[in-house]
């Protein structure tokens, strides 16, 4: 049994971080409501994959990156015989405005710069995201290191105190991805590429 920490990101008090209107002129994807139906399809589908989920986040509204690391990292402390990992889950928006639709689209993951067990992790994902996702997904990587993950040192990923992988799953203002991650087959392939990703981890 290993443990998946979900970071989910953003919050219902999240400016920004949210889809043009949709045809309907009504609906959009809020980031923060997307990251928490990942976040629940991942609670449910976890027993399959023989992972413990633990929600770091299960408030509605934004808590701080240092506190989400907090979080994950007592935790860790508080159950010291478990292999925790860590999973950051965003949707990606390209251009100053989210509001605009945008031909950008795809999936990627980060790490913090340098090699850590983190990359390793992150690599897991992408084998996995590339078996759920549909065959046409565009796959974001960064292949100067020798794997395909990006790096930068964001403050969860940094402080966390096991593997931690921020993964970008798909831009929620360029329409096909937006619509993707508003279908129950797109939320439930998200899922299942993150508990198959750190099964891989583990076992591989
Ligand atoms: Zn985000």
Known sequence: MYTLLIDNGHGSDTPGKRSPLLEDGRSR???WKFTRRVAQRI???APQYDIKPVILV?????ISLSTRATRANSYIRSNPGEKCVLISIHGNAFGKDSEVWMNARGWEAWT????????KLAECLYNAARKF???DTKFRT????????????????KKAACPAVLT??????NI????YMLSYMGIDAIARAHLAGTVYYFTM
């Not at 299960?58 to 934004?62: A, L, M």
């Not at 960064?142 to 990923?157: M, N």
């Open 133 to 135: 996702f549909p065959s």
């Open 29 to 31: 994807l809020f980031e």
């Open 112 to 119: 913090t710069v340098g090699k850590t067990n983190s990359d």
């Open 58 to 62: 299960p408030e509605d509204e934004d």
């Open 43 to 45: 609670v449910e589908l």
């Open 176 to 179: 096909e991805d937006c619509r």
């Open 168 to 173: 970008e799953n798909f831009f929620f203002n």
């Open 142 to 157: 960064d292949k100067s290191e020798g794997d395909q993950d990006k790096e930068k040192d964001f403050t969860v990923l």
